[in-house]
């Protein structure tokens, strides 16, 4: 069966601390994986698209890796800011004949001053 | 540049009535998704429009599920009637090109209630 899972459910952190926040995922055949920011009340924001060849990708503050082997993929946050507080979704991509992507469930991150 | 539009931003109906959602992409994509999330459980995918053609319609729940895209730009989808486990938050997205197959950019959503 083809899930995204991802972990931790929610995390609280402190400002200015790094967190890492996991997603596994049982997609096959597997094509990319992304990473979105949710803010409460608006649509997804993509931070990073990850290819199968790709084992890291950095984004200002946000560095995502990927194991296509273990089928794992990792979001890390550096220097945590209030405004990071959001839902953090990860989001798989069949190869398939039409264009098949799997949301994962999400993690909450709350920064907390 | 304008980003992807829904309107209304809130529905609240009771179980029978019919409700329509409206989705402006952003101008020139032409990749239009429809995507909803039930409470407590992940996005899903509904449909997907390559200008008014529907590509993949295989995440419509059932035939109460009506989406158009009269001449390529901006999309409905209708419920017609409404069931209660319809309630949830209706996304839409769109793309320049496939992007990689991912939606590029999302709307703010529409939450319906269905009383």
């Known amino acids: 069966k083809n899930q995204v899972e991802q972990s931790p459910q929610s995390l609280i952190i402190l400002e200015g601390k790094n967190c890492t926040l996991q997603c596994n995922y049982t997609v096959s055949p597997f094509s990319n994986l992304r990473w979105y920011k949710q803010d409460t009340g608006r649509g997804p924001v993509s931070l990073t698209i990850m290819t199968f060849s790709e084992n890291t990708k950095s984004n200002g503050r946000y560095t995502a890796t990927l194991d296509a082997d273990t089928k794992q993929s990792s979001l890390h946050i550096t220097a945590s800011q209030l405004s990071d507080s959001a839902s953090y979704i990860c989001v798989v991509r069949r190869e398939t004949s039409y264009d098949k992507v799997i949301f994962g469930p999400g993690t909450s991150l709350s920064v907390i001053p | ?115």
Not at chain 2, 4 to 18: A, D, L, R, Y
Not at chain 2, 41 to 50: D, R
Not at chain 2, 83 to 105: I, K, T, W
């Open chain 2, 1 to 115: 540049e304008a980003g992807v539009t829904q309107f209304p931003s809130h529905s609240v109906i009771e179980k029978g009535q019919t409700v329509t959602l409206r989705c402006d992409p952003i101008s020139g994509h032409d990749n239009l998704y429809w995507y909803r999330r039930v409470m407590g459980k992940e996005i899903k995918f509904l449909l997907h429009f390559v200008k008014e053609s529907k590509q993949d319609e295989s995440g419509m729940p059932n035939n109460r599920f009506l989406a158009e895209r009269t001449g390529g730009t901006y999309s409905t989808l209708k419920v017609q009637p409404a069931e209660l486990e319809d309630s949830g938050v209706y996304f839409c997205a769109s793309s320049q090109g496939l992007a990689g197959g991912f939606p590029q950019f999302f709307g703010p959503g529409t939450r319906l209630t269905v009383l």
